[in-house]
């Protein structure tokens, strides 16, 4: 992937901005990160947390 | 000023995971009501808690419709009263103090959990369920028996508790 960004920036070379340049795979793996995360903290909230016993309410 | 589309995506991901966070938690509070251990009560003289009324005899008391308050004192190495025996299906306030140092208050495997001050009242407030029997550890390093420092809490049903009346304050 680095090799063909550096192939299209060389042959636009400033034509076309940087539009040529899409890190599909650096998205794909913080794409990846985010729904860890995020279900991670779905688990670890409503899951471990809040669906323990003896909540403290007050 | 160009931003990549890209970018622009992940840095909308990350309005929404805070927002996602901060909704969350929101929800805990409004939702279930989860509430923090507060500093609610004023302080006592933990040298004299033989002479104060609620923790010089450790009991669970009942104070409104299906309303009960638990007075325990942790001390080292244990907590009074040994079980705590609380009705099923009712809202409990525990109300913990300690006579020497400092020691933890938690039910094992649930949400009540709070650190037990000398001359402090931790109170917390639960809600229980089924009947059930909890154990209670210690965690904060107390001395040489920390690690044998335990309690029970017993739910047991409402008729149960009512025949127990007579012991369990």
Redesign the interface.
């Known amino acids: 992937m680095g090799q063909n960004e550096a192939v299209h920036a060389g042959t636009e070379d400033g034509g076309g ?2 539009e040529e ?3 599909i795979g ?2 794909t793996l ?1 794409g990846i990160y ?1 729904v860890i ?2 279900l991670a ?2 688990f670890i ?2 899951v471990e ?2 669906g ?7 | 000023m160009h931003i990549h589309a890209y970018e622009k995506l992940w840095l909308a991901l990350s309005i929404v995971l805070i927002l996602a966070l901060i909704g969350t938690v929101t929800y805990g509070a409004v939702g279930p009501g989860v509430a923090m251990v507060a500093d609610s009560q004023s302080t006592i003289d933990a040298g004299g808690i033989d002479e104060d009324e609620r923790f010089s005899e450790p009991r669970v008391e009942q104070v409104g419709e299906n309303e009960y308050e638990a007075y325990v004192v942790a001390y080292q190495f244990g907590f009074e009263p040994t079980p705590i025996v609380v009705p099923a299906n009712s809202t409990v306030t525990l109300q913990v103090t300690s006579r020497d140092v400092i020691h933890g208050f938690e039910v094992v495997g649930t949400g009540a959990n709070t650190m037990v001050v000398p001359g402090e009242v931790s109170e917390i407030t639960v809600e229980t369920d089924e009947p059930t029997e909890y154990g209670i550890v210690c965690n904060e390093y107390c001395g040489a028996g920390h690690h044998v420092m335990e309690g029970k809490l017993h739910v047991v049903s409402q008729s149960e508790f009512e025949n127990r009346g007579g012991d369990s304050e």
Do not use: N, S
């Open positions: 901005d940087a340049f899409d890190p650096t998205l913080i985010f995360l995020v903290w779905v909230y409503f947390f809040l323990r016993d003896l909540v403290v309410v007050g």
